[in-house]
């Protein structure tokens, strides 16, 4: 039982990769949430993790926070489909064992009005609630940490919602505004990705009432490693990755443009590939129809896993994101250091974290881009690609850990 004075024992908030069991592959934000999973295993002290799982929160020590790592990295499978959840619980097969596991690997349960006393009763100091994946951001789930003696930290990834909400779909801009004011008011320490990010959040935490303290830390950048390329695709000429959903945000329509003018301008057999990486999103019908009619030279590919994905950018002529906002960079991050080079809209957050080494353009020059694109086909440019210094997670968790 947590008593006052007591140190405060690390509690990770896993419901963000629970709820992603049976979807796609990782986003980046599932990414971050698996980093600090990792890292905070392999840390000593006290550790708990808490899943609010479809039929209430779940409290898992150290040996179930593990046994949800191994399941959640895949490297055990999940358990069998219990009988409440089979009746009571649609969703898709492995998200049913998984919700299955979590009752059976957890060491406590309860609903929304008892988590206060579950932490309380359970966990052996004042919690540090650690949220990276957005879910759970409830004044009652503040509240109830606040009233274990405990201190809420929140990675806010970015307010692109709130600074863009033209982009976003129906409803979830309010929902996100919701989120973010719980954080305003009551987190104690928000974690911010860039310098960058930091100064964009904060102005919406001041109009939302309050800027919590924070710590800004760069997150990791750690290339998967490369497999085999997609089943069936063996590019015979040059070729581009655009990488990321397929929203207003990441300004596919420029790519399209560009193809179709390097189509029109070029003999069809030095008219590189592009191939487009990445779940259709949202507010986007106009990009979508263009898609759906296969203009010449580009292909749609959909979500790809990490190896297959890694292999296709090593051998591409360049990553290509003429995204017109961002929160961090992964992608442009993993594809320097898988020693492909970048091109990218000069976003100052792109600046902060990669410095000269990609190829800035603006996001609506699309003849600066089809040069570009032209000469990086034809092998006339180069970029520092595989010759820098990433961001660590080790400097990540050096800073953040320093003020938990």
């Known amino acids: 039982?947590?008593?006052?004075?007591?140190?405060?024992?690390?509690?990770?908030?896993?419901?963000?990769?629970?709820?992603?069991?049976?979807?796609?592959?990782?986003?980046?934000?599932?990414?971050?949430?698996?980093?600090?999973?990792?890292?905070?295993?392999?840390?000593?002290?006290?550790?708990?993790?808490?899943?609010?799982?479809?039929?209430?929160?779940?409290?898992?020590?150290?040996?179930?926070?593990?046994?949800?790592?191994?399941?959640?990295?895949?490297?055990?499978?999940?358990?069998?489909?219990?009988?409440?959840?089979?009746?009571?619980?649609?969703?898709?097969?492995?998200?049913?064992?998984?919700?299955?596991?979590?009752?059976?690997?957890?060491?406590?349960?309860?609903?929304?009005?008892?988590?206060?006393?579950?932490?309380?009763?359970?966990?052996?100091?004042?919690?540090?609630?650690?949220?990276?994946?957005?879910?759970?951001?409830?004044?009652?789930?503040?509240?109830?940490?606040?009233?274990?003696?405990?201190?809420?930290?929140?990675?806010?990834?970015?307010?692109?919602?709130?600074d863009h909400p033209e982009w976003q779909r129906p409803g979830t801009v309010e929902s996100f505004e919701t989120r973010m004011r719980q954080v305003a008011m009551k987190a104690d320490l928000v974690i911010h990705t860039a310098e960058a990010t930091r100064r964009t959040t904060e102005a919406q935490f001041a109009r939302l009432g309050r800027v919590p303290d924070a710590v800004v830390a760069h997150l990791g950048v750690t290339p998967p490693a490369a497999g085999a390329l997609p089943p069936g695709l063996s590019p015979h000429k040059p070729y581009f990755v655009s990488l990321g959903t397929i929203e207003p945000r990441k300004n596919h329509a420029l790519l399209l443009d560009v193809w179709r003018e390097l189509s029109a301008e070029l003999p069809s057999d030095e008219v590189p590939l592009l191939f487009i990486v990445g779940a259709r999103g949202w507010n986007n019908e106009a990009v979508f129809a263009r898609l759906d009619a296969h203009p010449a030279h580009v292909r749609e590919l959909g979500p790809l896993p990490d190896a297959q994905l890694a292999a296709l950018i090593q051998g591409a002529c360049a990553l290509v994101m003429p995204s017109r906002v961002e929160g961090f960079g992964l992608p442009p991050g993993e594809a320097l250091g898988l020693g492909c080079p970048v091109i990218a809209t000069d976003l100052p957050v792109y600046r902060e974290v990669f410095g000269n080494n990609i190829v800035y353009l603006d996001p609506d020059a699309m003849y600066l881009w089809t040069n570009s694109i032209k000469s990086f086909a034809a092998g006339e440019k180069t970029a520092q690609a595989g010759r820098i210094e990433l961001p660590s997670w080790e400097a990540h968790f050096n800073r953040v850990l320093a003020c938990l």
């Open 1 to 162: 039982m947590a008593v006052e004075g007591q140190a405060h024992t690390r509690l990770l908030d896993l419901s963000r990769l629970v709820s992603r069991v049976g979807r796609a592959a990782w986003t980046g934000v599932d990414r971050v949430e698996a980093a600090y999973l990792d890292r905070l295993l392999a840390e000593p002290g006290d550790l708990f993790a808490l899943v609010r799982s479809s039929f209430g929160f779940t409290l898992f020590d150290r040996d179930g926070t593990r046994a949800l790592a191994d399941r959640l990295h895949g490297r055990v499978p999940w358990g069998a489909t219990d009988l409440r959840t089979r009746l009571f619980l649609k969703a898709h097969p492995d998200r049913r064992r998984a919700e299955s596991d979590l009752h059976r690997l957890c060491v406590a349960r309860s609903g929304r009005r008892g988590l206060a006393w579950m932490l309380k009763t359970h966990l052996p100091g004042p919690p540090v609630w650690i949220n990276t994946g957005h879910s759970n951001l409830r004044a009652s789930v503040f509240d109830a940490v606040h009233a274990a003696g405990g201190r809420a930290v929140v990675l806010v990834h970015d307010t692109i919602p709130l």
